[in-house]
């Protein structure tokens, strides 16, 4: 059975904007890294920060290649990318929770490939994205222990 093309865009659109949020909360956490394990955290957010572009672009690329660049409007995009930063910013640890949230995303993007003419394809982007997301999720949860 295959998805509605619709659910995939709006499970891409919203991976998408999980990913931006991701970037804005690691960027921002390694600002705000202090303390004894100063250095450690700097650089840990760093790694995510910057990881965070490449996906970033890539998702903005499959979104184009199958429905249009038109799909990746700025002001929508942040809207979104706000939804997902309200479900972070009350979290006890930000970044693993964002880091979750970006699994998530991509398991709604999984679920919504179905028989879609484009579906290995969008598989090959997302499970980069979601070993990424795990990773992330592994190192955070070490670090919070």
């Given at each position: 059975?295959?998805?509605a093309p619709d659910a995939l865009l709006?499970?891409?659109?919203?991976?998408?904007?999980?990913?931006?949020?991701?970037?804005?909360?690691?960027?921002?956490?390694h600002w705000q890294a202090k303390g004894?394990?100063?250095?450690?955290?700097?650089?840990l957010y760093q790694r995510l920060y910057e990881a965070r572009v490449k996906e970033i672009d890539r998702m903005a690329e499959t979104i184009a290649a199958i429905?249009?660049?038109?799909?990746?409007?700025?002001v929508?995009?942040?809207?979104?990318?706000?939804?997902?930063?309200?479900?972070?910013s009350t979290a006890p640890n930000p970044g693993l929770r964002v880091a979750e949230l970006t699994l998530?995303?991509?398991?709604?993007?999984?679920?919504?490939?179905?028989?879609?003419?484009?579906?290995?394809?969008?598989?090959?982007?997302?499970a980069g994205i979601a070993?990424?997301?795990?990773e992330s999720v592994y190192l955070?949860?070490?670090?919070?222990?």
């Open positions: 059975m295959r998805a709006v499970s891409l659109l919203d991976l998408w904007a999980t990913l931006r949020t991701a970037h804005h909360v690691y960027w921002t956490l004894a394990p100063f250095y450690g955290d700097h650089r429905y249009g660049s038109d799909k990746l409007g700025a929508a995009a942040w809207d979104a990318a706000q939804r997902v930063l309200a479900n972070v998530h995303a991509a398991n709604r993007v999984n679920a919504a490939i179905g028989s879609h003419p484009y579906g290995i394809a969008v598989n090959n982007v997302i070993d990424a997301a795990l955070l949860q070490q670090r919070s222990r």
